[in-house]
């Protein structure tokens, strides 16, 4: 038994050297999430389907209402664009009109995801960059607007 906790800490303290725990498959590559758009657009065109999230702020007491899934959608939007100009622009009805006639020519059939480990920890969960995927969307959400 104690020879192979010794066998264990070496083991440990040679992958700590080598540094392996950090190149591990699923944060080396660069990951392609294929977006339907026109489902995208869809949602964010209308108002009813994407939730508004109220978070009360503890040394006033009030509600503040946050849209955090359009504003996560429009980012998503804005990765899969082609035409640069477009990012600065402000996500309206009339540019989500134009994506959704012409989605061929304005946008990319995929957006590309990095993943990251915690700050903290270098093995278990990960997590998308800046938030940016369709993990980190609503379950409900993510059948349509994956393909």
């Not at 083991?11 to 190149?23: A, G, P, V, W």
């Not at 969307?137 to 607007?145: A, G, Q, S, T, Y």
């Amino acid at each position: 038994m104690r020879k192979e906790l010794k066998d264990i800490f070496l083991s440990y303290s040679i992958m700590e050297k080598l540094d392996l725990r950090q190149t591990t498959p699923l944060t080396a590559v660069i990951f392609k999430e294929m977006i339907d758009w026109k489902i995208l657009i869809k949602m964010l065109l209308d108002d009813t389907i994407l939730q508004t999230k109220c978070i009360e702020k503890k040394k006033t007491n009030e509600f503040v209402k946050v849209e955090n899934e359009r504003h996560q959608m429009e980012d998503i939007l804005r990765k899969g664009m082609i035409v640069k100009k477009h990012l600065t622009k402000p996500i309206d009805k009339n540019l989500l009109h134009i994506y959704y006639n012409h989605t061929d020519k304005y946008l990319r059939p995929y957006i590309s995801v990095k993943y990251y480990y915690d700050k903290k920890k270098e093995i278990g969960r990960v997590y998308p960059e800046k938030s940016l995927s369709l993990c980190s969307m609503r379950r409900k959400l993510r059948p349509f607007i994956s393909i």
